[in-house]
């Protein structure tokens, strides 16, 4: 599986950004898929994942109400809605596929996205 997260750029506090990641192969129904960001000079941290048909969602609480996880199996592309940004939000952030429902451990995702930068100015 590759992916290619992208749509990264520098935003205003408040402002609002969609990140988007596209998969390769013809199995991205299969996959479920989550969201991570590292800010520099910390540990990659989990944003929130989605199920294989996109009905579940599950999101940390830092972005709970916030930002938005979806995904379009027909087009095998999985995005992040962000809004009302903040600072702390500036990160890179990483798409990433993992067997494991619902986890936030980046430990159980296999296959990582090489990352878009996410700045959040205030």
């Known amino acids: 599986v590759q992916l290619q997260a992208y749509g990264g750029g520098l935003v205003q506090a408040g402002e609002f950004l969609r990140l988007s990641c596209a998969a390769s192969?013809?199995?991205?129904?299969?996959?479920?898929m989550g969201w991570f960001r590292q800010a520099p000079g910390k540990e990659r941290e989990f944003v929130g994942c989605i199920s294989r048909s996109g009905a579940l969602t599950y999101y940390a609480d830092s972005v709970k109400g916030r930002f938005t996880i979806a995904r379009d199996n027909a087009k095998s592309t999985l995005y992040l809605q962000m809004n009302s940004l903040k600072p702390e939000d500036t990160a890179v952030y990483f798409c990433a596929v993992t067997p494991s429902s619902g986890s936030s451990r980046s430990s159980d995702y296999l296959y990582w996205g090489q990352g878009t930068l996410v700045t959040v100015s205030s």
């Open positions: 192969g013809r199995t991205f129904s299969s996959y479920i």
